[in-house]
């Protein structure tokens, strides 16, 4: 598996919320793109239809460094680690 970054923009894009960046293991960029809309529709309570993907910021491998953003961790060892609940992380 590998790990990927997915930015989802829901209806919060409507009062100028940013999206929502998750981190996710999948063995390609649509089995992760898919991935990340299933979790995202189902905790933010939002229709597939009303989410869209960021393709500017989608891509192979964990938001950089420097990336200046939050991001929810996905990937199976960080939710262990969490106790099972989503990880958020600021990169800096």
Same mark, same amino acid.
């Given at each position: =598996?590998?790990? &990927?970054? !997915?930015?989802?923009?829901?209806?919060?894009? &409507?009062?100028?919320? $940013?999206?929502?960046? @998750? !981190? !996710?293991?999948?063995?390609? !960029?649509? #089995?992760? =793109? /898919?991935?990340?809309?299933?979790? /995202?529709?189902? #905790? %933010?309570?939002?229709?597939?239809?009303?989410?869209?993907?960021?393709?500017? /910021?989608? &891509?192979?491998?964990?938001?950089?460094?420097?990336?200046?953003?939050? @991001?929810?961790?996905? +990937?199976?060892? $960080?939710?262990? $680690?969490?106790?099972?609940?989503? +990880?958020? /992380?600021?990169? %800096?």
């Amino acid at each position: =598996m590998k790990t &990927f970054t !997915v930015t989802i923009a829901g209806t919060e894009r &409507f009062d100028g919320e $940013a999206p929502y960046t @998750w !981190v !996710v293991e999948a063995p390609d !960029v649509a #089995s992760a =793109m /898919h991935k990340a809309l299933a979790y /995202h529709a189902l #905790s %933010q309570d939002q229709r597939l239809c009303d989410l869209e993907i960021d393709p500017l /910021h989608t &891509f192979e491998g964990p938001p950089p460094e420097n990336c200046a953003y939050y @991001w929810n961790d996905l +990937r199976p060892a $960080a939710l262990k $680690a969490d106790g099972a609940g989503e +990880r958020d /992380h600021l990169a %800096q």
